[in-house]
């Protein structure tokens, strides 16, 4: 099972940033998939969700900023994110498959870093 993140990099706040994530080795479609960050010194965060129909859950401090998306065709997740502020520097990462214990599978992630 692979989950490989790309998209991230440095941008000013206002910029936009699309990530991706490739997922392989897993019924990709069948499962829900979450994206989380992790800022210097800070705990884990979810960022937001998708499940298998399109139900698309947001924290409140990315809401009407990003955007989560799906393509079960190409086994790939997205996270379009828009207005980017300072506090959005992290490392985010993808997450595959939740069981009652957590996701399953998560990638390595990738470095957001908005300057001002």
């Known amino acids: 099972v692979q989950l490989v993140e790309s998209g991230g990099g440095s941008v000013q706040a206002g910029g936009s940033l699309k990530l991706s994530c490739a997922g392989s080795?897993?019924?990709?479609?069948?499962?829900?998939m979450a994206w989380f960050r992790q800022a210097p010194g800070k705990v884990r965060e979810l960022v937001s969700t998708?499940?298998?129909?399109?139900?698309?859950y947001y924290a409140d401090s990315v809401k009407g900023r990003f955007a989560i998306s799906r393509d079960n065709a190409k086994n790939t997740l997205y996270l379009t994110m828009n207005s980017l502020k300072t506090e959005d520097t992290a490392v985010y990462s993808c997450?595959?498959?939740?069981?009652?214990?957590?996701?399953?599978?998560w990638g390595q992630g990738t470095q957001v870093t908005v300057s001002s």
């Open positions: 998708i499940s298998t129909d399109d139900i698309m």
């Open positions: 997450a595959a498959c939740r069981s009652w214990t957590g996701y399953v599978y």
């Open positions: 080795g897993f019924t990709f479609s069948n499962c829900k």
